[in-house]
């Protein structure tokens, strides 16, 4: 019978990778009230290319950089493709320190 390899550390050299944070369902998005604006907000297509498939009602001004919540003028859909690539220029923005 063969001697039995030590295994060797699957993981050992892999870097630690820095976790994502846990998608926390915002509150905010569970509202009846953001229900209601989703129901009224007109034009359902994307602002940007107008398509009509998964649409996502986007804050112009993102919350977080002090938008509106409910303010139909804050408010454009956008199809999920322009709507994560605006999310992500929002973000690598605010990750400069710039607005
Ligand atoms: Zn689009």
């Known amino acids: 019978m063969g001697k ?5 550390p699957r993981v050992a050299g892999m ?5 994502a944070m846990p998608k926390v369902a915002d509150r905010f998005y569970q ?3 953001w229900a209601e604006a989703r129901r009224l907000q007109p034009n359902k ?11 996502i009602l ?3 001004v993102e919350r977080k950089d002090g938008g509106a919540d409910l ?6 859909w956008l199809c999920l493709p322009h709507h994560n690539t605006k999310t992500a220029e929002a973000k ?3 990750a400069r320190g710039g607005r």
């Open 4 to 8: 039995l390899k030590a295994m060797p």
């Open 15 to 19: 870097a630690p990778r820095v976790r």
């Open 31 to 33: 509202s009846p009230e």
């Open 45 to 55: 297509w994307c602002a940007i290319c107008g398509s009509t498939k998964r649409l």
């Open 58 to 60: 986007d804050h112009k």
């Open 71 to 76: 303010d139909p003028l804050n408010l454009e």
């Open 92 to 94: 690598a923005r605010r």
